[in-house]
């Protein structure tokens, strides 16, 4: 293994990987580091092809050192599909989808799931604990499950039917908050502080491992590219791990000498009815303000204060990116015509991702021909009722 350490990207103080770490003293998340110059000398690009199509694939690169460990599903290399029907409708000739959808637990969560639970199994950790909006509780219960760990979630009463469903038939301790996803916080941080240090805090960006995970969908994006850099990556935020993941991924490759110090113009996209993140980028502020009363179709992204706004907001301007919130009633008007013109049913996060495009498209920001990846960080089928059906007619048997 070539972690060497964990470092605090706000006070720059360095952490010892070898033991369960949560923030640094100063409130902010911590980031794994890695001797890149060893990795260089032991992997190249080339040997990639040869391994596994999973993310383990990138091994050198992730915090486990026991492969004994590593609790896995077959997570990962998901597949970049071109949408040339779509794209030529709103003028980006060269659209890419990275449909993570097809992962073991139906979201790209389960990338974080398989190396945060991995590490805190290899730590000697027995419990974790975290709030969720859906998904990546669904992912963690799962994923504890695989590496018989114990596993407390609790989510918002609005989350998604089909997360809770998961969450209890992997034995998780379901818990239920009538609230938002912050509140569900409040409830993990008490019990955690009650259980006398039995419990480990596993919520967004609280244990620097599940970033790790998130990380290698920028791993997979430029190798599926053969390693050239596309011109944009819009992302979903909420919390924000996978963009500050495949920010954090495209800076170490660039160390590494795998591609160039160009690098892609990441968008972090929200809803107007939650965004945080757009907000604070257009005042140009360091930090994000809470969001009140957070509400939106696209349930994933509906994080009103993210742990990580710092790191989002500091990635999407080192890339000269930008953050767009976009309206409900556009996502589901575009989650629908992707479907009808390229057949794959996007969650609600993915489809915001193409309004974003659609509308950086019509303004400009994105030029003709350069090419665009959009994350659809889910499986459409998770969220059944953003296609409304009850104007089908039913015919007499």
């Not at 730590?123 to 799962?142: H, Q, S, V």
């Not at 819009?234 to 993941?245: F, H, K, R, W």
């Amino acid at each position: 293994m070539y972690l060497t350490h964990l470092e605090c990207p706000r006070c720059r103080r360095q952490h010892d990987a070898g033991r369960p770490q949560n923030l640094c003293g100063c409130g902010s998340p911590l980031l794994a580091r890695y001797d890149l110059a060893a990795v260089a000398k032991v992997v190249t690009p080339e040997r990639f092809p040869l391994r596994p199509a999973d993310l383990w694939r990138y091994r050198e690169l992730l915090p486990v050192a026991d492969p004994g460990t590593v609790a896995t599903l077959g997570e990962g290399w998901t597949p970049m599909l071109r949408a040339p029907a779509y794209g030529a409708e709103i003028g980006i000739s060269d659209l890419l989808v990275k449909d993570e959808g097809l992962t073991p637990t139906g979201s790209f969560k389960a990338r974080g799931a398989a190396v945060g639970v991995s590490r805190a199994r290899e730590l000697g950790i027995e419990r974790i604990a975290m709030p969720t909006n859906g998904n990546a509780g669904a992912a963690w219960a799962t994923y504890a499950a695989r590496a018989g760990l114990g596993a407390t979630v609790v989510m918002p009463l609005d989350a998604p039917t089909i997360c809770r469903r998961e969450c209890v038939a992997a034995g998780a301790d379901l818990r239920l908050v009538d609230g938002l996803i912050s509140d569900a916080g409040r409830h993990v941080q008490k019990l955690i502080a009650e259980s006398g240090g039995t419990i480990f805090d596993a919520g967004t960006l609280r244990e620097p491992y599940r970033l790790e995970g998130k990380k290698t969908m920028g791993y997979e994006i430029l190798e599926q590219l053969a390693w050239r850099v596309p011109d944009v990556i819009v992302y979903p935020t909420g919390g924000g791990v996978g963009l500050i993941g495949i920010h954090k991924a495209l800076q170490e490759m660039r160390e590494l000498g795998w591609i160039s110090d160009r690098l892609p113009r990441l968008v972090a996209v929200q809803s107007t009815g939650c965004a945080p993140i757009v907000r604070a980028f257009a005042a140009g502020e360091p930090r994000a303000e809470p969001w009140a009363d957070a509400r939106t179709v696209a349930y994933g992204i509906t994080v009103p204060a993210p742990l990580g706004d710092e790191l989002i907001l500091d990635a999407l301007r080192a890339t000269a990116g930008t953050a767009l919130a976009v309206d409900d009633a556009e996502i589901l008007a575009d989650l629908r015509a992707f479907a009808a013109r390229e057949g794959l049913l996007l969650c609600p996060e993915g489809a915001a991702c193409l309004t974003a495009a659609r509308h950086l498209r019509a303004g400009g920001w994105i030029r003709a021909g350069e090419r665009v990846v959009v994350l659809n960080t889910g499986a459409g089928v998770k969220y059944p009722e953003t296609v409304d059906v009850s104007a089908v007619p039913v015919l007499p048997a």
